[in-house]
C-alpha cells in the first residue's frame, strides 16, 4: 500500500482478509482484480461532489466550523445551563458521538462548574421524552433543531412541544433560545426561520442527513461542547488526500467496501464494527445507520443488504465472541483499535493474607495492558477461526482522529454501495414508514393507507396466545 499523509491517523490492517492468512477463506488477488472496472466506475462517480456533496465538507476553510463557532459564541454569551438537540437518526448520532468520544464530562446530570449539560434527544417515547422536557427551565435553555427537511414528525413534534412552553415562559424572546438548522432555502424550519427571524444554520442540500456530521449538523454541537471542529476537519481532509487513490489496493476506505462487497458474495453480510473503546460506541452505532441505511436496497427483483451490528470490547466478548468464533461464516468483523488510552493504572497485588490466586499474573500489571492483551487475543482468536477480520487502528481518540473515522466510513460506505450498484444516497424504505406513520396519525390524503393498516393495530383474539 503506498504511504500515507504524514497527519493522517488511520492504519487499516487487511492481512487477515486476505487469502492465505486466514485458516479458510480469504479474498485473493483475483477477486480484487474483478472489481477493476467497477471499481474505476465508483471512483470516477464519487468525483461528483455536486452529487456526493460530503466531500466539499472536508476542509477546515468550509465556512460551517467558522458559521457553527460563531453562534456557540453568541449563546455562550446568555449564559445558559443546558443545551438541548432536537434530531433523529444522523440529525443525532453525529452529536451523540462527538459527546462521547471527545467531551464526557458534560453527561447529562453531572455538569462541571462553567460546563452545560447536554441532552440529545432522538426519541419521541412519552415515558422518557417528557420528564426531561417538563424540567427544562426555558430561561436558562439552548435548543438546537435539527432537520434538514423540516418535516420529520418526531423531531416536529419535540419542537412543538418546547416551542410552547417557551412561547409561555419567554413571550416574544422564545426564539432566542432557539438555533435552527436546516436547509438553507426550503422547508418547514427555514420558513420559520424567515417569518419569526430565528438564528438558522445550513445543511447543504446536496448532504443527506446520514452523511451531514461534518456540517453544522456535527460541527455545533461540537463547538458548543468545546470541541475544536477545525481539527475534526483537518482529520477528514487528511483521510479525503488518501481517498483520492483510484487504486483500492491503495485506498483505505475502497479496500474496506471492496473487501466487504467481496465477502458477501462468499456469505459474510454481516458486518460487525467490535471498537475497544467505550468512548467510541455511538461512532459504531452512527457507522450502523450510515452503513445500514446506505446499502440495504431492493435492485429490481434483488433484495441487496450488508447488515451492520456493534460490539464492544472487551464486553462483548462475553455476550457475542462465542457466536462470531462457533456461529456460522456469515460475518466480517472490523476490530477498532486505539493505541493510546490517555490514563492508565497499575493493577494491585491480592489482598493481604490471601492465598495464591489464580490470577497472580494481573498483579503489578497496568490496566491498559490487560485491555490490549484481551483485544489482540481476541483478534488472533477470530483469525485462527478463519473468521475475516480487518483491524482499524487509530494512535487515540481526538478531534482530528474521529474527523478521520467520519470521513474513512462515508468514503467507505458511497463506494460499497456504487460497487453493488445502488444508490448509497437514498432511502425509499424509510420513506415509506414515514408516510404511513403520517397517515396513521391523520395527514391529508392518507384516509386509503390508514385504512389498510387497520390490521397492524390492535392484536386479534383469534391469533393471541
Known amino acids: 500500500m503506498s504511504p500515507s499523509p504524514a497527519n493522517s491517523l488511520i492504519r487499516l490492517d487487511t492481512r487477515w482478509v486476505r487469502a492465505g492468512e486466514l485458516s479458510t477463506g480469504g479474498l485473493s488477488p483475483a477477486?480484487?482484480?474483478?472489481?477493476?472496472?467497477?471499481?474505476?466506475?465508483?471512483?470516477?462517480?464519487?468525483?461528483?461532489?455536486?452529487?456526493?456533496?460530503?466531500?466539499?465538507?472536508?476542509?477546515?476553510?468550509?465556512?460551517?466550523?467558522?458559521?457553527?463557532?460563531k453562534a456557540a459564541k453568541a449563546a455562550w454569551k446568555k449564559n445558559f445551563t443546558d443545551f438541548v438537540i432536537l434530531g433523529i437518526g444522523g440529525s443525532a448520532l453525529g452529536a451523540k458521538t462527538l459527546q462521547q468520544a471527545l467531551a464526557p464530562e458534560t453527561i447529562p446530570g453531572a455538569p462541571k462548574p462553567g460546563k452545560v449539560r447536554v441532552r440529545i434527544l432522538d426519541n419521541v417515547d412519552p415515558g422518557t421524552l417528557l420528564p426531561v422536557l417538563n424540567a427544562l427551565d426555558p430561561k436558562k435553555t439552548l435548543v438546537n433543531v435539527v432537520s434538514k427537511s423540516g418535516t420529520t414528525v418526531e423531531t416536529a413534534a419535540q419542537f412543538l412541544l418546547l416551542a410552547k412552553k417557551f412561547r409561555a415562559a419567554l413571550g416574544k424572546k422564545w426564539k432566542d433560545h432557539f438555533v435552527l438548522t436546516t436547509d438553507p432555502e426550503k422547508g418547514e424550519l427555514r420558513r420559520l426561520a424567515r417569518e419569526e427571524n430565528v438564528l438558522t444554520l445550513d445543511v447543504p442540500p446536496n448532504v443527506g442527513g446520514r452523511y451531514s456530521v461534518l456540517s453544522a449538523v456535527g460541527l455545533f454541537p461540537a463547538?458548543?461542547?468545546?470541541?475544536?471542529?477545525?481539527?475534526?476537519?483537518?482529520?477528514?481532509?487528511?483521510?479525503?488526500?488518501?481517498?483520492?487513490?483510484?487504486?483500492?489496493?491503495q485506498n483505505p476506505a475502497y479496500f474496506f467496501a471492496a473487501a466487504h462487497v467481496l465477502l458477501a458474495k462468499k456469505g459474510g453480510n454481516v458486518n460487525v464494527l467490535f471498537p475497544y473503546s467505550e468512548k467510541l460506541e455511538f461512532l459504531a452505532r452512527w457507522f450502523c445507520q450510515l452503513w445500514g441505511e446506505s446499502l440495504g436496497k431492493k435492485k429490481g427483483s434483488e433484495r441487496i443488504g450488508l447488515t451492520p451490528t456493534v460490539a464492544l470490547g472487551t464486553t462483548d466478548q462475553h455476550s457475542q465472541l462465542q457466536l462470531y468464533l462457533d456461529g456460522p461464516r456469515d460475518k466480517v468483523i472490523t476490530t477498532l483499535s486505539v493505541e493510546s488510552h490517555g490514563t492508565d493504572a497499575a493493577i494491585p497485588a491480592s489482598l493481604p493474607g490471601a492465598k495464591e490466586s489464580g490470577v497472580n499474573f494481573l498483579y503489578g500489571k497496568k490496566l491498559g495492558a490487560l485491555f490490549d492483551a484481551e483485544r489482540d487475543a481476541t483478534k488472533a482468536a477470530l483469525a485462527r477461526n478463519g473468521v475475516s477480520l480487518l483491524d482499524l487502528r487509530i494512535p487515540a481518540i481526538s478531534a482530528h482522529s474521529l474527523g478521520e473515522l467520519f470521513f474513512f466510513f462515508e468514503v467507505a460506505t458511497a463506494f460499497a454501495g456504487l460497487l453493488l450498484e445502488i444508490d448509497p444516497l437514498d432511502q425509499p424504505a424509510v420513506e415509506e414508514g414515514k408516510r404511513l406513520a403520517a397517515a396513521l396519525l391523520g395527514k391529508k390524503d392518507g384516509e386509503e393507507d390508514a385504512r389498510a393498516l387497520t390490521p397492524y393495530r390492535s392484536p386479534d383474539p383469534k391469533f393471541v396466545l
Open 223 to 249: 463547538a458548543i461542547l468545546g470541541i475544536d471542529g477545525k481539527k475534526i476537519l483537518a482529520g477528514a481532509a487528511s483521510m479525503k488526500e488518501r481517498c483520492g487513490a483510484e487504486n483500492l489496493l
Open 31 to 69: 477477486d480484487f482484480e474483478g472489481l477493476r472496472e467497477a471499481s474505476a466506475k465508483a471512483h470516477r462517480e464519487l468525483s461528483r461532489t455536486e452529487r456526493f456533496g460530503f466531500f466539499t465538507l472536508a476542509d477546515p476553510a468550509t465556512p460551517a466550523w467558522r458559521e457553527s463557532a
